[in-house]
């Protein structure tokens, strides 16, 4: 039995899409928060269970059975660490033989706000003694195609990477990657430098949407304290505001970054290019 948690996510849902490409849907437990969203896969034979990882409680059942387990990472920055520390105990609990953890990319030693708790978080499943796997997913594509609303709108995209590279990958690729461990050999153990095959700088992505939109897109680097305002006027939380911004310094000192090949390898084709992601998003 496999079991992926937040399996109603954006990236769960890929997880589990994949995995019934390769194994019957009865041997996919789907670990969600609210079984209702995931009624849809229950239809499709996929045994949906309720787990809540702010609810320990209801992690011991859901875990039941379970022989390899992908803890997607929470969303909840900030609470992350206690939140896996749950996850991790029903996991030894419950005797799973491998335990797949969407880490983030250089997370032993990236000097991100947000790679800390990531990096708690493997220190904590290195400790328990349980076979793992450590996903370290480089940046999402997603995160700027997703969001390129307010850039076309004001003819600019704008952050604080400066020059750095960002070698991102689509959350189909990091998906694919994740059950190519789950339903593969060999993997007890290992720690995956996941990036896509050609970085970019943000210079280039705006002259990659320009071309998609037929009009010039500036990119206009911030002083990171300008780029947190700017998050917080368009209505994100400042805390969050913050580590964005700091995610976005990581990126100019080079921290998004990765050539192992690490990601191409594991789904065995070229990851997904960045003209190809920016071209979806303007299709919807």
Do not use: C
């Not at 969203?37 to 996929?46: D, M, Q, S």
């Not at 953890?101 to 220190?123: F, G, N, P, V, W």
Request: glycine content about 10%.
């Amino acid at each position: 039995m496999i079991l992926v948690t937040g399996a109603t996510g954006k990236l769960g849902r890929l997880v589990i899409e994949e995995l019934l490409k390769k194994v019957p849907a009865s041997q996919v437990i789907a670990a969600v928060r609210n079984p209702e969203k995931a009624a849809g896969l229950a239809a499709r034979g996929v045994q949906v269970r309720k787990a809540d990882y702010s609810h320990p409680e209801t992690l011991g059942s859901a875990f039941n059975g379970a022989e390899k387990v992908l803890l997607i990472s929470s969303s909840e920055v900030g609470q992350r660490a206690a939140q896996h520390k749950a996850v991790v105990e029903a996991a030894k609990k419950a005797g799973v033989r491998l335990l797949a953890y969407t880490s983030i990319l250089h997370a032993d030693r990236s000097r991100m706000a947000l790679a800390a708790e990531h990096k708690a978080t493997e220190e904590l499943i290195r400790a328990s003694g349980l076979p793992y796997v450590f996903l370290r997913n480089g940046w999402y594509t997603e995160n700027y195609t997703e969001n390129l609303g307010p850039a076309l709108a004001h003819g600019a995209l704008v952050g604080s990477a400066g020059e750095g590279r960002i070698a991102s990958a689509t959350r189909a690729d990091y998906a694919a990657a994740a059950v190519a461990v789950l339903t593969g050999s060999g993997h007890e153990n290992k720690v995956y430098e996941l990036a896509g095959d050609t970085a970019f700088t943000m210079a280039e992505l705006a002259a990659e949407v320009s071309r998609k939109a037929g009009r010039t897109i500036a990119y206009n680097n911030l002083a990171p304290e300008q780029y947190r305002g700017v998050l917080e006027g368009a209505g994100v939380p400042g805390p969050f505001a913050a580590v964005l911004a700091d995610s976005d310094v990581g990126a100019s000192r080079g921290e998004l970054n990765e050539s192992s090949g690490d990601l191409r390898r594991l789904i065995g084709r070229p990851t997904t290019p960045l003209a190809d992601a920016v071209a979806v998003a303007f299709t919807r």
